[in-house]
């Protein structure tokens, strides 16, 4: 028996042509803290809901410690959420993340994720959500993903109509402050996937993970 048979998430990977996506282990959490101390945004404006990279470098790296550990522990087959490591050339540069909710039901994801600064801008946007859209699309048996991002940050919506997502309303959020933003909602039915032009691959996705995520 291996780390596996006791947690089969752990066995996930998908690779695409750049890039190696995997579930967050605790060996990734020292390079995933340095790719966020290489800063993700500007600064003067707060992308995420939680305003976590106003942080001291020191918290950053516990707080990202402690927000894998809580998402893991939460997995159920009727919640869970899997964040993977986005490897590149052996080094994880940032993560991205699936979320579902009663998943054998709703047939629904939702998406996150950030990524080091001077990774950004060359497409691995794209190609990392690509990844995981074509993971839940065409092997959880997804029928649609839905994601969201404040009205300014355009590289995020850039990405999301890239890959044929549609406005599916707004909402106000909270950031640093109590200052409230616009954050513009987005669907992506399976059908209007905007694929690329590259294959997918899976591995180690078994009965034990399709149980484990309830798919």
């Known amino acids: ?111 996150g994720s950030w990524l080091t600064a001077s990774r950004q801008g060359i497409g691995l946007g794209i190609e990392m959500r690509a990844a995981v859209l074509a993971f839940c699309f065409d092997h959880l048996g997804a029928e649609a993903a839905e994601s969201g991002a404040i009205d300014w940050n355009d590289r995020s919506l850039g990405v999301s109509r890239h890959l044929g997502y549609v406005e599916n309303g707004e909402r106000r959020v909270v950031s640093r402050a109590d200052h409230v933003e616009r954050e513009v909602l987005l669907r992506l039915e399976r059908d209007a996937f905007i694929r690329p032009e590259w294959s997918l691959e899976v591995a180690g996705f078994d009965d034990a993970v399709r149980a484990q995520l309830g798919a």
Not at 45 to 54: G, L
């Open 1 to 111: 028996m291996d780390l596996v048979d006791v947690w089969p998430a752990f066995g996930l990977t998908l690779r695409t042509p750049r890039l190696e996506l995997r579930p967050v282990r605790d060996d990734d959490l020292v390079g995933l803290t340095d790719a966020a101390l290489g800063g993700i945004h500007d600064p003067a404006v707060m992308p995420f809901a939680f305003p976590w990279t106003d942080q001291a470098p020191d918290v950053i790296g516990r707080e990202l410690a402690r927000h894998v550990w809580r998402e893991r522990v939460g997995t159920t087959p009727d919640g869970w959420t899997l964040l993977f490591a986005v490897i590149e050339d052996g080094r994880p540069i940032g993560v991205q993340d699936v979320r579902a909710t009663r998943f054998a039901v709703l047939r629904t994801v939702s998406t």
